[in-house]
C-alpha cells in the first residue's frame, strides 16, 4: 500500500496569535495551509513538521498548534528547528494523533527524525549522539527490509544562497559517512530553507519544502524575500521504495512580506 505524506515546514508562529514575522502573520498563513491540507481527497496518512514551528519558541505558540493539528484527522510527527526550543515543544506538541516519537513506520517504510538544533546557533549540527542512534534506527530498518525517509531541519549541503548557506547543517560529511554505508535510504526531506528544493546525491533523493509563510528567493546571495505563496509537499511512497512528490502551492495563503526588511 502507498503511504501518502504531506510535510509542512517553517511555521514560525507566535506567543500572540496575529504577530507577524517580516510583515505576514504567520499563523494566519499557516491556518490557510492546513484548510488546504483539510481540504485533500484522500487524507494524507501521515503528516510530517520540518522545524521552525514556532519563531519565539513559546509554550503558547506550541500549545495553540497543537489545537490546530488536532483539528485534522491525521496523524502528526515533528522535529525541531534552530528557531524552536525543544523542551516547549516536548511538552506541549505531545497528544492524540500530535506524536513526539523520532521513529516508526508505516507499511514496508521506516521514518527517521533527525534533531539538528544546536540551541543558540542557526546553524544544524548532528552530535555523536544522534549520529549513533540514526546508524542503530538504519541497522534495525535494514532487518526489518524497509524503505528509509529520513527528516530533518537543516539542508545537509549547500543550496546556493550564501546567506543560508551559512546556517545550514555543519559537518554534513559526518551525516553522509553514515548514510553511505546504507542502501536502503530512498529520501531526505528538510525545511529550513522556505523554498523548494530537489537535488540527487548517491541515489538518495533530498527534497525542502517552502515555509508556510514567508518565502526566501532561490539562489540568491543575500537574504531576499520571494512574493509567492506558501506550500505543502505531498509525497506517496510506494512499497517498492519508489515515491511520487510535488508542492503544492496555496493561493489563499499569500500575504505581501515587508520587501524592505533585510533580514530577520
Ligand atoms: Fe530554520
Known amino acids: 500500500m502507498t503511504v501518502y505524506v504531506v510535510q509542512i515546514s517553517d511555521l514560525h508562529l507566535f506567543a500572540k496569535p496575529h504577530q507577524r514575522l517580516l510583515g505576514v502573520d504567520t499563523e494566519t498563513s499557516f491556518l490557510?495551509?492546513?484548510?488546504?491540507?483539510?481540504?485533500?481527497?484522500?487524507?494524507?496518512?501521515?503528516?510530517?513538521?520540518?522545524g521552525d514551528l514556532a519563531q519565539d519558541g513559546s509554550a503558547a505558540a506550541y500549545a495553540r498548534l497543537r489545537e490546530h493539528l488536532q483539528a485534522l484527522p491525521i496523524d502528526t510527527y515533528w522535529l525541531a528547528g534552530n528557531h524552536d526550543r525543544l523542551h516547549n515543544m516536548n511538552s506541549e506538541l505531545r497528544a492524540e494523533r500530535v506524536h513526539g516519537e523520532k521513529s516508526f513506520s508505516r507499511e514496508n517504510w521506516s521514518?527517521?527524525?533527525?534533531?539538528?538544533?544546536?540551541?543558540?546557533?542557526?546553524?544544524?549540527?548532528?552530535?555523536?549522539?544522534?549520529?549513533?542512534?540514526?546508524?542503530q534506527e538504519l541497522q534495525r530498518s535494514q532487518a526489518a527490509q524497509n524503505h528509509v525517509l529520513l527528516v530533518?531541519?537543516?539542508?545537509?549541503?549547500?543550496?546556493?544562497?550564501?546567506?543560508?548557506?551559512?546556517?545550514?547543517l555543519q559537518q554534513p560529511e559526518r551525516l553522509f559517512q553514515v548514510l553511505d554505508e546504507f542502501d536502503h535510504i530512498r529520501l531526505v526531506i528538510f525545511g529550513h530553507i522556505h523554498q523548494e528544493l530537489h537535488c540527487r546525491r548517491q541515489g538518495?533523493?533530498?527534497?525542502?519544502?517552502?515555509?508556510?509563510?514567508?518565502?526566501?528567493c532561490p539562489k540568491s546571495s543575500r537574504f531576499s524575500l520571494d512574493v509567492i505563496p506558501p506550500a505543502l509537499r505531498q509525497i506517496w511512497l510506494e512499497p517498492d521504495g519508489s515515491?511520487?512528490?510535488?508542492?503544492?502551492?496555496?493561493?489563499?495563503?499569500?500575504?505581501?512580506?515587508?520587501?524592505?526588511?533585510?533580514g530577520y
Open 204 to 216: 538518495v533523493d533530498y527534497l525542502a519544502c517552502p515555509s508556510t509563510c514567508v518565502q526566501f
Open 111 to 135: 521514518f527517521i527524525l533527525l534533531n539538528s538544533l544546536v540551541p543558540g546557533k542557526d546553524s544544524g549540527y548532528l552530535t555523536d549522539r544522534t549520529l549513533l542512534w540514526l546508524r
Open 243 to 262: 515515491f511520487k512528490t510535488q508542492v503544492q502551492r496555496v493561493e489563499a495563503a499569500l500575504q505581501t512580506p515587508n520587501l524592505a526588511l533585510k
Open 32 to 50: 490557510q495551509v492546513q484548510k488546504a491540507i483539510a481540504a485533500l481527497d484522500p487524507l494524507p496518512d501521515l503528516l510530517l513538521l520540518t
Open 152 to 168: 530533518l531541519h537543516h539542508p545537509p549541503f549547500s543550496v546556493g544562497s550564501d546567506w543560508l548557506d551559512q546556517s545550514a
